[in-house]
Nanobody
Framework: QVQLVESGGGLVQAGGSLRLSCAAS????????LGWFRQAPEKEREFVGA????????YYGDSVKGRFTISRDNAKNTLYLQMNSLKPEDTAIYYC?????????????????????WGQGTQVTVDS
């Protein structure tokens, strides 16, 4: 079983950048597909993006495509989310997620039910 702890959230001005990290423990991260979700106040949880076990493949939600980049360092057991050109509508709690890697790859990773492990979340606030 893997435990996930997010960090790096905070307050940033619109147009700015922020990098989130997700530290994993309990199992080698290389066995897992990883991703990020977010939830804004009074809104449903939204898929941000995902990355396969090797880092060779990524998939993003439409609202962040071209602005956010997911990467991972399996040697450090860490997942990252680089967020650029931030907008007030990016304000949300960001959650790191993991599921055991399989032949399904990144299929259906935009569905919450696909994911097995969730972090506690980190708050990102973008001030206009």
């Amino acid at each position: 079983q893997v435990q996930l702890v997010e960090s790096g959230g905070g307050l940033v001005q619109a147009g700015g950048s922020l990098r989130l990290s997700c530290a994993a423990s309990g199992a080698p991260l290389s066995r897992y597909t990883l991703g990020w979700f977010r939830q804004a106040p009074e809104k449903e949880r939204e898929f941000v993006g995902a990355i396969n076990w090797s880092g060779a493949s990524t998939y993003y939600g439409d609202s962040v495509k071209g602005r956010f980049t997911i990467s991972r360092d399996n040697a450090k057991n860490t997942l990252y989310l680089q967020m650029n050109s931030l907008k007030p509508e990016d304000t949300a709690i960001y959650y790191c997620v993991a599921l055991r890697a399989s032949a399904n790859g990144l299929a259906y990773v935009d569905l919450e039910t696909r994911w097995e492990y969730w972090g506690q979340g980190t708050q990102v606030t973008v001030d206009s």
